[in-house]
């Protein structure tokens, strides 16, 4: 089983990593030889060494992911499976240890994080999807999982998080048909965000990322974090993990007076409330009607 790529983006082949908004959002794009981004073993190891490197980065507020082309993935690459590149069982048991690692990095990170569905997002591809935060996807993009028409099933995500996503009998009916299902369908049952017109998807993403940038980065960790671990847990555990995060709220974002987190802003959120000073209107001019309707 190959090795990882180093973490240097110059060393990367067949994945980019683009900073932009002065360093605060990070575009991971993987652009392989193949058609339709099969995400082959060294693709994907690429794709991990590319989220650590942006998990390192303290600057990074959001991150992007994309297939290059107008495509996202078309899955693992089952050639190479057929081919015998994932090795022997236990080595194919270490590559889809070494993938949920991937897709739970990504999961964890603390930045926000969104997936931009275009083309076909299959198996491995949709699994990428399911780990992030906020996924738009194009009207014209086709998603499901067909693993089981090459005798396949899902390794890092493809059942576990999409039956927490969209419940149990819609899990079994895009596993157990194989089914291409369109966007609306997908928005329609949670998987994404928002599906948009292909040529403005573009737009879309930038005033997402506009709208998110101006917030208190501090509240947005904070916030991820705990509606993360909380669904997995009994009512009363989250109610008090909840509770003690809003503890972390006010030690850390309410009183200007303390050691600070620089981006927590300490004191401004409420101060911009009670004031409605220019930073609560901008945060609101840019989030107020966004996805609403």
Same mark, same amino acid.
Request: with cysteine; charged share 25%; aromatic share 8%.
């Given at each position: ?204 993403? $930038? ?38 995060? $809003? ?23 409420? $101060? ?22």
């Amino acid at each position: 089983i190959p090795t990882l790529k180093p973490t240097n983006v110059d060393a990367y082949r067949e994945v980019s990593l683009a900073r932009s908004h002065d360093g605060r959002v990070a575009t991971i794009t993987w652009n392989p030889p193949k058609r339709l981004n099969p995400l082959s073993v060294w693709l994907t190891d690429e794709l991990v060494a590319a989220v650590e490197e942006v998990h390192a980065d303290e600057q990074l507020h959001m991150v992007v992911f994309r297939g290059a082309g107008g495509y996202f993935s078309a899955g693992d690459d089952l050639t190479e499976i057929h081919e015998g590149m994932w090795g022997d069982p236990n080595q194919t048991m270490r590559r889809i240890r070494f993938y949920q690692r991937f897709a739970n990095t990504i999961e964890d990170l603390d930045k926000i994080t969104v997936a931009v569905a275009e083309g076909f997002v299959l198996g491995g591809g949709l699994e990428i999807t399911m780990a992030c935060d906020l996924a738009i996807i194009a009207d014209s993009c086709r998603w499901g999982m067909p693993e089981v028409d090459s005798a396949m099933t899902p390794g890092w995500g493809g059942t576990t998080r999409m039956i927490r996503l969209i419940g149990r009998r819609r899990t079994k009916e895009i596993n157990l048909i194989g089914a291409l299902q369109s966007a609306q369908r997908g928005v329609d049952w949670g998987l994404f965000n928002r599906a948009v017109p292909d040529d403005q998807i573009d737009a879309e993403l $930038e005033q997402l990322i506009d709208a998110m940038l101006v917030k208190n980065q501090q509240a947005l960790r904070q916030l991820k974090f705990t509606m993360n671990k909380n669904p997995d847990a009994d009512m009363t555990t989250a109610l008090a993990f909840e509770a003690y995060s $809003e503890l972390a709220t006010a030690a850390i974002n309410w009183r200007p007076d303390t050691q600070q987190i620089p981006d927590a802003e300490p004191g401004k959120g409420l $101060e911009a409330f009670t004031t409605k000073n220019e930073l609560w209107q901008e945060r609101r001019k840019r989030a107020i009607d966004l996805w609403s309707a």
